[in-house]
């Protein structure tokens, strides 16, 4: 009931045209996602990456990018049911998330979370989570009490390569170990660029021996 008064009030709208539109995409706009999505699994071979595999939606380019922007520095939060509704439509995606058992959106600090007012993964990760037990009867648990950010630090889209890498270190603390253990869990991250951030929250991940780490992103530089 609380959900339709607040969709009278404030009624969903495309996230790209800005046209009223409950699914938050317009068929209009669908077609130039469509047009942008990779919608990409890669599977990692390198020894010094702690995840197995990386599942990317767009490139971080043209509309994406700028769209990634609005949601992530101009107070557009939300455009995290666009997003979410767009990327459960690839089947091949939509089956890929469905193997994991749980997934834990990239932190950030409490600082960068009062400046921001959301943390832009969790949206996500949390409206992933929450359409997949609603229309799809999956359970993926949304885990929030594991991965803590515990420095806050420089935003990674303000450095360069070398000090992204430097910037990422040391600054994730993993917790309650017993709840990822022996788990398929799925990362989520807004962009990856250098992979130093996912690649810093994997490393910690994986202390509590699950049976599998993924990173799933919106988009890939």
């Known amino acids: 009931m609380l959900q339709k008064i607040q969709n009278i009030i404030y009624p969903q709208k495309c996230g790209i045209c800005g046209k009223i539109n409950e699914k938050a995409l317009c068929k209009k706009c669908q077609k130039i996602l469509e047009n942008e999505a990779i919608w990409k699994i890669e599977e990692n071979q390198n020894p010094y990456i702690f995840f197995n595999e990386l599942i990317s939606i767009f490139k971080y380019d043209g509309i994406i990018r700028e769209k990634i922007i609005d949601y992530k520095f101009n107070e557009k939060s939300y455009l995290y049911k666009m997003f979410v509704n767009f990327l459960l439509k690839d089947v091949k995606i939509f089956e890929k998330i469905k193997e994991y058992d749980i997934i834990v959106p990239v932190p950030i600090s409490k600082k960068r979370k009062k400046e921001r007012g959301y943390n832009q993964s969790l949206l996500i990760a949390k409206e992933i989570s929450k359409q ?86 919106l988009a890939k530089d």
């Open 132 to 217: 997949l037990k609603n229309k799809y009867n999956k359970e993926l648990k949304l885990e929030t009490k594991c991965l803590y950010k515990i420095k806050n630090t420089i935003e990674q889209s303000k450095l360069n390569k070398e000090e992204r890498e430097k910037n990422a270190q040391n600054v994730y603390e993993l917790k309650n170990q017993q709840i990822l253990r022996n788990k398929n869990v799925l990362l989520f991250d807004d962009i990856y660029t250098t992979g130093n951030t996912a690649n810093s929250c994997c490393k910690e991940i994986k202390k509590a021996e699950p049976t599998n780490i993924g990173v799933l992103v």
